[in-house]
């Protein structure tokens, strides 16, 4: 019986049979146990998601940079689809901030200055240094006087440095024009306070907008 059964075999058969259970065997080791891109691991999504909720100007192409900082490697076309299934918008606008945007959110740091001309009852002319906050629109007048010299126009200049140090003020840049009442010592008195001088172009009158706006305001408003 065990010849017969021997005989029902061919040894080229054994060795066909054997060939093709080694290569089952290698394809189904070798063929990944789900197809397409592995899922991203959760901890780098709660990073992701975390970065763009804090930072809501940060597009889908800045995080990878930021995230690389962390030595996590992440794809902008793997947070974009993170974004994506999460409901949050990861188009280009993300990551860019409008021009008054940017405004406002350096309001706190800016301070324009500027001179004002007007004319008292009895017919003489005055001039008016007077600063205004961006963020608060508050003016502060620094003083008036017929001949702006460059002695009173310095002092001031001291006077509000003093002031700002004071109420705590977080300025840090104050725009002017190029008027030659301003002398040169005034800038380096600002500097010492931590203020950087920044000089209108001319005749630009919007680059010192805040400024030039209240100037009209208060010319329109004096009979």
């Known amino acids: 019986m065990r010849r017969s059964l021997r005989l029902l075999v061919r040894p080229d058969t054994v060795l066909r049979w054997h060939r093709n259970l080694v290569k089952r065997r290698h394809g189904t080791a070798s063929r990944p146990k789900r197809p397409g891109r592995p899922p991203t691991a959760r901890s780098i999504r709660r990073s992701v998601l975390r970065l763009v909720r804090e930072n809501p100007s940060w597009g889908y192409r800045r995080v990878p940079g930021e995230l690389a900082t962390l030595d996590i490697k992440i794809a902008a076309s793997t947070v974009w689809e993170t974004l994506r299934q999460e409901g949050i918008h990861p188009a280009p ?29 009895t017919g003489q002319r005055q001039y008016v240094l007077a600063a205004i906050e961006h963020a608060t629109r508050r003016v502060c007048i620094l003083g008036t006087t017929a001949h702006p010299t460059a002695a009173w126009v310095t002092q001031a200049i001291k006077n509000m ?17 190029r008027d030659a009442k301003y002398p040169t010592l005034i800038d380096e ?21 805040v400024m030039e706006r209240w100037v009209q305001s208060y010319r329109h408003k004096t009979p």
């Open 189 to 209: 008195i600002l500097a010492v306070a931590g203020i950087r001088t920044v000089l209108r172009g001319i005749r630009m009158p919007r680059r010192n907008s």
């Open 161 to 177: 440095a003093v002031g700002l140090e004071d109420v705590g003020t977080k300025a840090r840049f104050v725009i002017r024009d």
């Open 93 to 121: 606008h993300r990551s860019s901030t409008n021009w008054a945007a940017c405004l406002r959110s350096q309001a706190d740091t800016r301070l324009a200055m500027d001179f004002l001309e007007t004319i008292t009852l």
